[in-house]
């Protein structure tokens, strides 16, 4: 069966926003889509691995004439890609090169909070860097890194603080998928920004309390870019990594998409589509296959009706693999029959957002789950006046499982680990989730202005052992 249809509500896309951007194709000339490099470790000692990731400013050559000022990981802009194997422990040197604090989110890791999980409890000053350590215990995923010092998200992630973080396992290697990175495997970060006469990018010109946007859709840091297909299977990993947008991606000749993963890891089993929707740090993998194509041809994504990445087909050998019926065992543990039910509730817009009628306090814990526990969260969107908005709910602390959409069946994409939900206007999400680890996690809205204005919460996982524990807690003040 293929989908040939946006799972969401129509009603509620961003288009409809009054403040809504058009995408529109930049006179640019195309250029070769840019596949970040791999980060290197700095050291390997059996299980263990040292890899150092450094927020810098830089200056990148994104248009003909003026370069752009941009902030990066380790390059100026984004970041190089990071690979984390399932079962091995990583020691990571945060270093701030920036002028200004910084925090390094691992959104999507099954790592412990608020200091590794490197939320806005966890900022580096400027000149100053530190180590964290932690085991990874997940299954093989699209993760990803970005900074997170609230209130200023917004402001790091536009200037460029985003890279794609892969997690390897044991079973998804065993596979016929491909995997040879940079080849027929690729990160596609999607972005979008507004280029002045400059060619620079000005956050506050832009800012938008709903979530800032701009024209020019900016995929690897590229604009108006290619790629060179030489094999008949593509891989894709697709990250929403917009402050705002949502992407309607498709493919010209409505080419069939095989979704294989989604957040947090393989699907159960593939699903074929025409139209896929993401929204803000949702992450989906795919795999093309142009074996009815023959070199010279293209082929071109789009989201709605502009154009934002071309593949050029060129000699390739033919490869009939095909992609498992079932491809990864998906199991979550059920909260038991009496236990409570986590309420979310996402209000108002502009500078009103709100999550249970509060702003975020850096301070306040506001809810509470026993570690290892598996419990229902509803996530309700109350924004359902005139056709309402779509917020992407996410949670650090690792994965949950969705359970229900208002009561009837989740998406046929969204039965794999997802930490990042698209809730529709006046819909109620049921999701289960279990902490793995203990530590104080941010849940909240992930149109990053959103969560910068405050549609933002958090919950202390806790052990029977030390359930008060507490923690140092960043105030907002003291930025
Ligand atoms: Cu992408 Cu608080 O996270
Ligand atoms: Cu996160
Ligand atoms: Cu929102």
Redesign the pocket.
């Known amino acids: 069966h293929v989908y040939t249809d946006y799972f969401f509500n129509e009603s509620a896309y961003d288009y409809h926003d009054g403040g809504y951007v058009p995408l529109e194709k930049h006179d640019a000339p195309e250029s070769k889509l840019n596949i970040p490099e791999l980060l290197k470790p700095d050291k390997v000692e059996g299980n263990d691995v040292w890899y150092t990731v450094e927020a810098q400013t830089g200056e990148t050559q994104i248009l003909p004439g003026e370069p752009t000022k941009t902030w990066g990981y380790n390059q100026s802009l984004l970041g190089k890609t990071i690979i984390y194997e399932d079962g091995k422990n990583y020691h990571v040197t945060l270093k701030n090169s920036l002028p200004e604090l910084t925090t390094y989110?691992w959104?999507g890791l099954d790592v412990s909070g608020p200091y590794i999980d490197g939320?806005c409890h966890a900022p580096v000053y400027p000149g100053e860097a530190k180590e964290i350590e932690f085991p990874i215990h997940q299954p093989a995923a699209t993760t990803?890194l970005?900074a997170?010092p609230c209130p200023l998200?917004g402001w790091d992630v536009w200037h460029g603080l985003a890279c794609a973080v892969v997690v390897k396992d044991q079973h998804e290697a065993t596979l016929p998928l491909p995997r040879n990175y940079g080849v027929d495997d690729i990160p596609v970060i999607l972005q979008d920004r507004r280029f002045d006469e400059h060619n620079q990018w000005n956050y506050d010109d832009d800012y938008d309390p709903d979530g800032t946007a701009g024209p020019t859709a900016l995929i690897n840091g590229t604009v108006n870019p290619y790629f060179d297909v030489t094999t008949q299977k593509l891989r894709l990993r697709f990250l929403d990594g917009s402050n705002r947008r949502e992407w309607r991606l498709h493919l010209s000749d409505d080419m069939v998409m095989t979704q294989i993963a989604s957040d947090g890891g393989l699907l159960p089993e593939p699903v074929y589509l025409t139209k896929l929707m993401m929204t803000c740090?949702e992450r989906t993998e795919v795999v093309l296959d142009f074996g009815k194509y023959k070199p010279g041809d293209e082929v071109t994504l789009y989201s709605d009706d502009t154009p934002i990445l071309k593949f050029k087909i060129h000699e390739f050998a033919k490869d009939d693999t095909e992609i498992p019926d079932h491809l990864a065992d998906v199991e979550y543990p059920d909260p038991d029959k009496d236990s409570l039910v986590h309420q979310v509730v996402m209000s108002g817009t502009d500078e009103e957002v709100q999550i249970n009628g509060k702003k975020f306090g850096m301070m306040r814990i506001d809810d509470r789950q026993e570690l290892g526990k598996s419990e229902y969260w509803d996530i309700t969107n109350t924004n359902d006046c005139c056709g309402g908005m779509i917020h992407p709910y996410?949670s650090?602390g690792g994965q949950f499982m969705v359970v229900s959409r208002n009561g009837k069946a989740p998406y046929p994409n969204e039965r794999g680990y997802k930490d990042t939900i698209g809730v529709n206007a006046g819909e109620t999400v049921r999701v289960k989730m279990k902490f793995n680890l203990p530590g104080v996690f941010?849940y909240?809205c992930?149109i990053i202005e959103h969560?910068d204005g405050g549609m933002m919460a958090q919950l202390q996982v806790y052990t029977k052992d030390d359930p008060h524990k507490k923690y140092k807690l960043m105030d907002m003040k003291t930025l």
């Open positions: 989110h959104h939320g990803w970005h997170h998200t740090a996410h650090h941010m909240h992930h969560e």
